[in-house]
């Protein structure tokens, strides 16, 4: 009885150790296999929310408060504004896509714990696309879907969107930074409107940070829809380009 018990016992660990190992050897190669796959599931469940905010519209209020404005920038920054004040802390805000990494995720307003699970963050100082200053986002590179597994891979050139319900923002990498996690100079504003991707570095290690810093060069507003009819200017000085989407 003992001697079956023991080979039972055995079995169970050998089992629970070469389980251990794959988990060791996915996450070295790539990513935390399990939080991975918590990660994809909300995703499938934050890009629904930020459809269902794209296709609202914004309020009766708003509509008024734009209906006074005359210039296309002065629009996009006060709908900037707004979504940042109406969308809870963890909910969807934006999506980043980032062509040479594949990568296409929803962003969620925040980067405490529980909101950097879900996706990347934009970072709680900075701001949304739009009001001339720095927006930076943030992601995990090994766990939680990984957004920003690769990001050491971006070169001076290199595209990256963020789409808003408001329109969509392009921007141009143009340097990478290898900084300590105190050095919140990075994020600050240097009075134009700029995109700042963060992660932990090295792999594996939260001692540093890896910056990217990527120039805006294009807007493009939403092709239809209520948010298309609100964003109806006289004048703006953003290059625009039909035909975006969130």
């Given amino acids: ?98 062509p040479k990494l594949k990568l296409g995720r929803a962003v969620v307003d925040g980067t405490d714990t529980a909101s950097l699970r879900k996706g990347p963050g934009l970072i ?38 963020v789409g808003t319900p408001y329109g969509r923002f392009e921007y141009v990498v143009n340097r990478q930074r290898i900084v300590k996690p105190t050095d919140v100079w990075v994020l600050e504003r240097i009075g134009r409107e700029r995109l700042v991707l963060s992660a932990c570095h090295p792999l594996y290690s939260a001692a540093e940070r890896i910056i990217v810093f990527a120039e805006f060069v294009k807007y493009r507003p939403p092709s239809k829809g209520k948010w298309a009819s609100v964003l109806s200017a006289k004048t703006g000085s953003l290059a625009a380009t039909p035909q975006a989407t969130p």
């Fill in 1 to 98: 009885m003992i001697r079956r018990f023991l080979r039972a016992l055995g079995n169970a660990l050998l089992v629970a150790g070469v389980a251990l190992m794959v988990d060791a050897g996915l996450t070295v190669a790539w990513q935390e296999p399990f939080s991975a796959a918590y990660a994809h599931f909300v995703q499938g469940g934050l890009n629904g929310d930020l459809d269902e905010l794209s296709a609202a519209g914004p309020g009766a209020g708003d509509v008024a408060a734009l209906a006074a404005l005359s210039e296309r920038d002065q629009k996009i920054a006060y709908l900037a504004r707004s979504i940042r004040r109406q969308v809870p802390k963890g909910q969807p805000i934006a999506r980043i896509s980032i």
């Fill in 124 to 161: 709680e100082s900075t701001d949304l696309p739009g009001l001339g200053g720095t927006t930076a986002i943030a992601g995990h590179r090994t766990t939680y879907g990984a957004p920003f597994h690769s990001i050491d891979r971006l070169k001076k050139g290199d595209r990256i969107f």
